[in-house]
């Protein structure tokens, strides 16, 4: 079995067995995304590269939580919405591939509608 | 190879052949994690459940490119900072089944610290 | 003077008074800012419209805390950009008018680039 | 009027106009909050301080207008959950001053659980 269907027949036995389907919709579960994400982000509020640097020695773990708690929903709204993540993922990367062209965005942070 | 490693592969490449890898920070890498998860978000802005399920026999692909966005910030950030997320994950599993016991949990969407 | 003017006023003397000023970026204050909005919008993960309102009569103050903390922010970071926040605003708010005609927009929650 | 009362008519006015109230709960305020807010910090994005410093030369009215949009959110949640917010302001800070005492704060970026 795939990584992606084994983590996320995890999700969805743990939700099974507490009976939390019920709560679930599309704009909750993004809402879920967001705020799980806002929550990585905000170890690094404040910090600069080294204070970054100095900080993820000891909070990597915790930083590594959250960010399987986004993992968590990406995988999860997926499932509800019948999307297969990996299919999107390289369908995705491969109109990324072809927005920023390598010779054009080389060494560029310009978003692909102003290179 | 396993999934993740298979997805990360292809964004390290990504980044590698644009010379990318100058502008990353784990602060501005958090940072596009939530705005990519707002994007998924905007989807469901002002939808009642119905308007979203007649919403998504549309527009199902598009929603699956915004989570397959989220999904690459989250393993370019598990690259770079060099946690294991498939690992991260099942710990992370591990606590949530701890914190949320299915006696309690069951049927009600009370946050843990006021089960 | 002016609310935004004393309010303002009451940001900039709570930071000096703590020399706060040298970890102010835009990037951080904007990134402050997004937190605080998710603190307001997990008031109301998973709850329906009964819920919310039931919820509202006991949670009110704590909403309008969390509000607060995202005024601030607007104001610091107005502040700090030298941004007339009062004239942005209501320069914002006949562009609003013009991409929302009433004719056109009346009862309905499209975006302005699809009605 | 106070500037609050003055701003908040102004919006409520163009709602009316609309006839969009009905779309208006605090879960979807409160994500358009969010999603706003990311607008702000998506002007960042990638770019260091001397990039910001060069990037506000040029784009100092639009970032103005997303902090408008921000602002708008607010006013307009205050106004439908009967949130006076420039008192909810006053006695944030209040509390503000009391959580960050000026002798332990001094120059530190700390959370006040961490001081």
New interface residues.
């Given amino acids: 079995m795939?990584?992606?269907n084994q983590?996320t027949k995890?999700?969805v036995d743990?939700i099974n067995?507490?009976?939390?389907d019920?709560?679930h919709?599309?704009?909750?579960l993004?809402?879920?995304?967001?705020?799980?994400?806002?929550e990585?982000?905000?170890?690094?509020?404040?910090?600069n590269?080294e204070e970054?640097e100095e900080y993820?020695k000891v909070a990597?773990?915790d930083?590594?939580?959250e960010?399987?708690?986004?993992?968590?929903w990406?995988l999860l709204?997926?499932h509800d919405?019948?999307?297969?993540?990996?299919?999107?993922?390289?369908?995705?990367?491969g109109?990324?591939?072809a927005k920023?062209p390598?010779e054009k965005?080389?060494?560029k942070?310009t978003k692909y509608n102003k290179l």
């Fill in positions: 795939s990584d992606f983590l995890r999700i743990f067995d507490r009976d939390w019920q709560f919709n599309p704009k909750d993004a809402l879920s995304l967001v705020l799980e994400s806002a990585v982000m905000e170890h690094f509020q404040w910090k590269n970054m993820l990597k773990d930083v590594g939580e960010l399987a708690d986004v993992l968590y990406v709204m997926s919405l019948k999307i297969d993540i990996k299919e999107a993922f390289e369908k995705k990367m109109k990324n591939e920023y390598i965005a080389k060494g942070h």
